[in-house]
């Protein structure tokens, strides 16, 4: 893209006619120019609305907004987790200045909205943080559940009948309001005045009102500052009281400068909105997702099971904050941009959460998608929101109750649904559905009433988002190779996939990668294949000896770390016996691509070696075959030494093969190597062999012990802290944290010799301490 490199390419000057500038000096482009998150298309959908950005120009200045705008998860990720050079002290700003008209009526109501916590810098943010927790450990949450549960059937008992309903209007606005209401600890005697105040602050806060208007919500937005402050008194006299901000009240005791006066009169305001609007967007944004997607909802309907990870799912297509913000303290760059000191930036998690670099087949709507709590709904890092599992609750209860009284209720077909104009909040106003009552199912049999599934609080658990698939067929591919065919059991679509991407096979106890091989075109099945391994862990002997057509078997993924860049211009891929398989599937994209490529493929002999006769087919000349029982080996240092300037290399094989290469890369541009280990070695815990040690978290003040049988990524998730992880074995990168000081034994296959020699990140699911403290930026 033009604006990619940090300084711009034009120096601030304008050539021809002068097109308008950044702060930075560089020439706006005009789809950064048209960008309004206001209206158009931002309004429609974020996430397509900013596909050009992640594509082209993944951080963009606005000059409609006056903010940055960063539209990829890598970068709105390392934003969010960076609150000290990226602060969130204008989370709660006015994003719309406001008019002195409006100024001096707020003024008249003493309105002081202040910091919070999601708008507090540090130290002191962590520390009322962790003073004010304990009421969302799933301890304290599970006293609500039943509040939930009770709520929900008394509002789907008032519509059952009905036939017709809106959904937003008749239940999804209000259950939240309530629970939110009995989560914080307001009396039921000021409930029904709170409510009535809780939309003002969004319009005031995050939209775009006109003048008169402005005076409007302030005039509201002042009576409901005066009101949470009486609400507030009236807590304090009563401080026995069950509640998040009775708590708050009580800790004030203790720490008077942590839990401020005026910390608990905004978040007596703050709070309302943060645990009520969220909620119920969300779950409205769900229940249209959903309900658009017939089969999905079908399939939770058969299976209830499914419900947490389709809650996930959901928030992550269709969240209900879409962007959140945050203003730069220092000079800094985001990816290649720099970023003057005092820029504020729009980080937008919708289309953070839409972004292909990080989920596999990002627009298509997939409930077994493994790797879905990745997304950014919620924020991350110390900031991330404190209620995602009161949120979680709710809305797996509220999919629950639906699909189990009503599952054959349907959108009202030709409905246009609208949207509340502002830059990070979102969900339908309206949402009309309809039914037939007469064919209810507990008309026929009351006893469904009864018979709930109930859910474990937290994050869904990676192996209910397993996905049952069919073998279609076992073929043998090469000798001691099989190639399975799987599909659907009920014949549906499968989810797309890039080459490289591999799924997680469970055999009995075991879980495999296999990388897919298959047609890319040929969206009903996906194929991998086997190596049988006498010295594995028994997963491929299974494979071999047990798999037959018609079995099921669960799987996970598909999923990406392997991913290939198709911006090279030529290609070098390397494959030694099995590890032929993700560079099949690379081969067949690049030639698709018109690509100049050519693939080197080492085995013993040309019967163990797969796929043979398909490469030759459609890759002839291009393809380079060494049996070494015949005497032909594959020269690893001509072969690189020749390569054109600009070739990417991708390679897949046994470990030696790929140090072999990583060694002859130390001299290549960064960059230019992209390996697959099939599998990390020793990453199994002897705590025999292993010491103990500290881990100190600088950002959070907390020290933890990590014994000899468990992992930092354990002892960290012991203690509450949310790290991230996807394969637990040192092979994806997705546990990495920054290391502040300390001597790591990096266990790891993602980090490179050079990266590690700087010891400023590790992998907490395998890396330990060589000796003595680690200290960490979490
Ligand atoms: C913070 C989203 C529900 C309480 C946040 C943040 C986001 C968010 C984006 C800022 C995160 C960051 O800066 O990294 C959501 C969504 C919800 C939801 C999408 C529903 C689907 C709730 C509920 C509650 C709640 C139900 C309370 C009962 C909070 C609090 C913070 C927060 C207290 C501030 C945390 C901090 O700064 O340390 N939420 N939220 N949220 N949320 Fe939520
Ligand atoms: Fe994959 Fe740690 S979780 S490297």
């Known amino acids: 893209g033009p604006l990619q490199g940090g300084r711009c ?89 406001v008019s002195q008209a409006a100024q001096d009526t707020l003024k008249r109501y003493n309105y002081g909205m202040n910091r919070t916590l999601v708008n507090e810098d540090e130290p002191a943010h962590m520390e009322r943080r962790r003073a ?148 119920a967007h969300a779950s409205a944004n769900m229940f249209r997702l959903l309900l658009e997607n017939r089969e999905i909802w079908q399939e939770i309907c058969e299976n209830p099971s499914l419900i947490p990870n389709a809650v996930e799912e959901c928030l992550r297509y269709s969240g209900s904050v879409v962007a959140w913000r945050r203003i730069a303290t220092v000079d800094t760059r985001i990816g290649d941009v720099e970023i003057p000191k005092g820029s504020k930036l729009l980080i937008v998690s919708a289309s953070a959460n839409h972004d292909g670099r990080h989920f596999e087949n990002p627009d298509e709507l997939d409930i077994y998608r493994d790797n879905t709590t990745d997304h950014l709904t919620f924020g991350y890092g110390s900031h991330q929101c404190m209620g995602k599992n009161l949120a979680r609750m709710e809305m797996r209860i509220f999919l629950e109750e639906l699909t189990r009284r009503l599952p054959h209720m349907e959108l009202v077909p030709n409905q246009t649904f609208t949207y509340l104009p502002n830059t990070s909040f979102r969900g339908p106003d309206h949402l009309w559905v309809q039914w037939d009552p007469a064919a209810n199912p507990e008309r026929r049999d009351p006893a469904i009433l009864e018979r709930f599934t109930a859910f474990p609080i937290g994050a869904p658990a990676k192996r209910d988002a397993a996905r049952q698939l069919r073998v279609r067929e076992v073929h043998a591919e090469a000798n001691g190779i099989v190639r399975l065919t799987l599909e659907d059991p009920r014949g549906r679509r499968l989810p797309r996939w890039s080459p490289g991407a591999h799924l997680d096979v469970t055999i009995g106890d ?99 070696m797969a796929f043979v006769e ?57 960059g230019m190597l992209h390996v697959e280990h099939f599998s990390s070695a020793g990453t199994q815990l002897d705590p025999s062999r292993e010491i103990g040690f500290d881990v100190e978290l600088r950002d959070s003040g907390l020290t933890v012990h990590v014994p000899p049988d468990q992992t930092v990524l354990q002892a960290l998730r012991a203690v509450g802290v949310d790290v991230p992880s996807d394969c637990e074995e040192g092979l994806c990168g997705t546990c990495e944290v920054n290391l502040i000081e300390g001597e790591v034994d990096h266990r790891d296959k993602v980090l490179t010799q050079s990266e590690r020699a700087e010891n400023r990140r590790m992998m907490v699911c395998c890396s330990r301490a060589r000796s003595g403290k680690l200290s960490l930026a979490l």
Not at 58 to 75: A, I, N, T
Not at 553 to 564: A, E, Q, S, Y
Not at 643 to 670: F, I, M, N, S
């Open 9 to 97: 390419p034009f120096g601030g000057a304008s050539p021809g006619s002068a097109p308008a500038l950044s702060p930075t000096g560089c020439p706006i482009s005009a789809n950064a120019a048209a960008f309004d998150p206001f209206e158009g298309p931002y309004q429609v959908d974020p996430a397509e609305a900013l596909r050009w950005s992640r594509e082209q120009e993944p951080v963009f200045y606005s000059p409609k907004l006056g903010y940055w705008v960063v539209s990829r998860y890598e970068d709105v990720k390392a934003i969010f987790r960076d609150n000290r050079v990226f602060s969130p002290s204008i989370a709660l700003e006015k994003i719309t200045p």
């Open 132 to 279: 004010l927790m304990e009421p969302f450990t799933p301890e304290e949450l599970a006293h609500h559940e039943g509040m939930v549960r009770r709520l929900t059937r008394e509002y789907v008992d008032r519509i059952a009948d009905k036939g017709r309903a809106d959904l937003v209007d008749e239940m999804l606005w209000e259950i939240p309001l309530t629970v939110a209401l009995h989560f914080l600890g307001v009396p039921e005697e000021d409930m029904d005045t709170l409510r009535t105040y809780s939309i003002a602050h969004t319009v005031n806060t995050w939209g775009r009102p006109s003048p008169e208007e402005q005076v409007a919500v302030a005039e509201t937005v002042g009576k409901f500052w005066q009101y949470a402050g009486k609400v507030l008194e009236k807590m304090r006299q009563d401080p026995d009281r069950h509640g998040w901000m009775p708590y708050g009240i009580r800790k004030q005791k203790d720490l008077p400068e942590v839990v401020t006066d005026s910390y608990l009169h905004s978040m007596m305001m703050a709070g309302i909105v943060a645990a009520h609007e969220t909620t």
């Open 510 to 608: 075991y879980v495999r990668k296999y990388s897919l091989c298959g047609d890319q075109d040929d969206p009903y099945t996906f194929q991998i294949a086997v190596l049988r391994d006498p010295q594995g862990r028994g997963g491929s002997a299974f494979i071999h000896e047990r798999i037959r057509p018609d079995m099921l078997v669960r799987i996970g993924g598909p999923k990406n770390h392997f991913r290939l860049e198709e911006g090279a211009s030529s290609y070098l891929l390397v494959a030694g016996g099995i590890g032929i398989t993700p560079i099949v599937a690379m081969a067949d994209r690049l030639k698709r691509l018109g690509k100049d490529y050519a693939i080197h493929y080492a085995g013993r002999a040309l019967e163990t």
């Open 614 to 670: 398909r490469l030759r087919r459609d890759h002839g000349e291009r393809l380079h075959l060494y049996p070494s029982c015949e005497g032909r080996r594959l020269d690893l240092e001509a072969l690189t030494r020749d390569a054109k300037p600009g070739t990417q290399v991708y390679a897949c094989g046994p470990e030696r093969l790929l140090t072999h290469l990583e060694r002859l890369a130390e001299g290549w541009p960064d």
